[in-house]
């Protein structure tokens, strides 16, 4: 544990200087900066939100500015690092307004003017962005070969991912831009691309493709968030504070700290680390709570669980290989791998025979979290409403009473705000698993039999329903789906009652109807 005096927390801070210079924690990567920085050139990471990745770019931006003294006490200062001084293009799309095509390319235009100002190069008369940027670059390697860092560089096309031509006018703009990086090698010296997804080269990265992904790098697996070693190494003291009211002793507070924020992992064979958002609101704080969810889901992700009829099996354990974890096109967003690349999601297990990965939920603030959001993104309740139905629902099933279990599906889906579109039986699915699994209780959809899958299976302790889903036709036919395919046998000597649930749902009266037989 470093020192004995309580350093200040960096919550929601992501400036390198500012963090060594007022004196707050910072965890100590430079022993990886240093290994990405001397065995490579071109990179590009993604990570979830609030993971660090801003931080990590300011780091850089600090280190090859040559600012030594920011770097006292930490691994770089006693290698064998060899400083020196770079011009920076630093870009960080998160602050560059996008609302439309125009937009972007002015606030572009704008913020590399002002790189070329500051370091007293006038681009000015420049009228394409490929073409100031190209001069930018050869202009600045005058002075010492130039980096380039570019943040959150999927923003624009993630700001317009429900709308499919302005999210493809935005991509074309980004891919000029980073087009111009492949043709200037001579005049660079190291790039990062950092942002939440990884699209296919065949739509952003197709004019530079000699980046290297250390997204699943095992080596640079723990570049972002903290492991528990950096956690008792860097917060020892402030976890401290967590004991009485959270445990008998630090290791105590640790477990818990770790049943709740841990999890992540972003390599094959990597260790897991915390999320540091969370922690750090936590100690913050000092108490326990989903932090990450509360500063709001991903406005895209909401989107696309809207406009694509997902199934909600891509939440259970989801089996990929690298490539389909890796990247995806902007029209073609497979679920499970935008769960990954979003943080909802990480690897559990790798099967070395077929390189196939298997995905699962990181940590108890993401499995409570999810579905709070889940149920938001398809009811549009407020979450203690959702919360209260689902609690009702629960009694109905604990006691075997279908009456009270169709009246209060009824009343659920009346109390849905008419904007609410329940389009097909995916959503209906989704609408039903996401409302289910704020009960507290094992929902699986899409539970596969020898005869077909069973829509939901909802499991308690000595009962466990089997229900399948219709979309304006009848739940006497749901019901005999269930019964002719057998759905129910895999659970027949479990010990527990099994009753058979179908439920139609009319769409244009928002009318639900349901039938259920005890299986004997």
């Known amino acids: 544990m470093s020192g004995n005096k309580l350093k200040k927390l960096p919550l929601g801070l992501s400036t390198f200087s500012e963090l060594i210079e007022d004196n707050y924690v910072y965890v100590d990567k430079t022993e990886l900066i240093a ?11 993604s990570r979830p939100r609030r993971f660090g990745k801003s931080l990590l770019v300011s780091t850089l931006e600090s280190l090859f500015l040559g600012k030594k003294e920011l770097f006292n006490d930490l691994w770089i200062s006693k290698s064998d690092y060899v400083w020196q001084e770079h011009p920076v293009i630093k870009l960080d799309f998160s602050t560059i307004g996008n609302r439309n095509l125009e937009e972007l390319k002015a606030n572009i235009h704008i913020t590399l003017d ?27 390697s005058r002075k010492n070969k130039v980096v380039l860092l570019i943040d959150e560089y999927d923003k624009p096309i993630l700001d317009h991912i429900d709308d499919p031509e302005g999210a493809k006018q935005q991509r074309e703009i980004l891919k000029s831009l980073y087009s111009v990086i492949k043709g200037s090698d001579q005049y660079i010296r190291f790039v990062l691309l950092t ?22 790098s095992e080596q640079f697996s723990q570049l972002l968030g903290y492991t528990k070693q950096e956690l008792i190494d860097n917060f020892g003291l402030h976890m401290n504070l967590l ?46 709570g989903n932090y990450w969810f509360e500063t709001g889901t991903p406005t895209f992700l909401i989107k696309l669980l809207k406009q694509h009829s997902y199934r909600p099996n891509a939440l259970i354990a989801p089996v990929l290989n690298e490539k389909s974890l890796g990247s995806f096109e902007p029209d073609n967003i497979p679920l499970s ?184």
Not at 115 to 120: E, M, P, S, V
Not at 122 to 135: E, L, P
Not at 245 to 271: H, M, P, R, T
């Open 337 to 520: 791998t935008l769960l990954f690349q979003t943080g909802y999601l990480t690897i559990k297990d790798f099967d070395p025979k077929t390189s196939n990965y298997t995905l699962g939920i990181p940590n108890r603030e993401v499995d409570s979290g999810l579905t709070i959001n889940l149920a938001d993104a398809f009811t549009k309740l407020p979450p203690d409403e959702s919360i209260q139905y689902a609690q009702l629902l629960a009694r109905a099933f604990l006691a075997n009473n279908m009456v009270k279990l169709q009246e209060k599906l009824q009343e659920f889906f009346n109390r849905m705000p008419y904007t609410v579109h329940i389009t097909d039986e995916y959503k209906l699915q989704f609408v039903l698993y996401s409302i289910f699994a704020l009960i507290g209780v094992v929902v699986d959809p899409e539970v596969t039999t020898s005869l077909g899958r069973a829509d939901l299976v909802v499991s308690f302790p000595k009962l466990v329903y089997v229900i399948e889903l219709k979309f304006n036709k009848s739940a006497q036919e749901a019901l005999e789906q269930i019964k002719d395919r057998r759905y129910y046998e895999k659970y027949e000597n479990m010990g527990k009652k099994i009753v058979l649930v179908g439920i139609n749902f009319e769409s244009q009266e928002k009318v639900v109807s349901l039938e259920a037989q005890n299986v004997e």
């Open 35 to 45: 290994q990405m920085v001397t065995g490579g050139k071109y990179y590009f990471l």
């Open 195 to 216: 942002g939440v997804s990884k699209f296919a080269k065949t739509s952003i990265f197709s004019g530079i493709n000699n980046l290297r992904d250390i997204s699943l």
């Open 243 to 288: 004991v009485p009211s959270y445990g008998k002793d630090l290791v105590e507070v640790i477990a818990k700290l770790k049943n709740q924020y841990d999890g992540y992992k972003f390599s094959q064979n990597a260790e897991l680390v915390f999320n540091p958002y969370s922690v750090l609101t936590c100690l913050v704080e000092k108490k326990f």
């Open 114 to 140: 002002e790189i070329g100002r500051y370091y007293a190069v006038d681009i000015s008369t420049y009228s394409t962005i490929d073409g100031k940027f190209k001069v930018l670059i050869e202009r600045l």
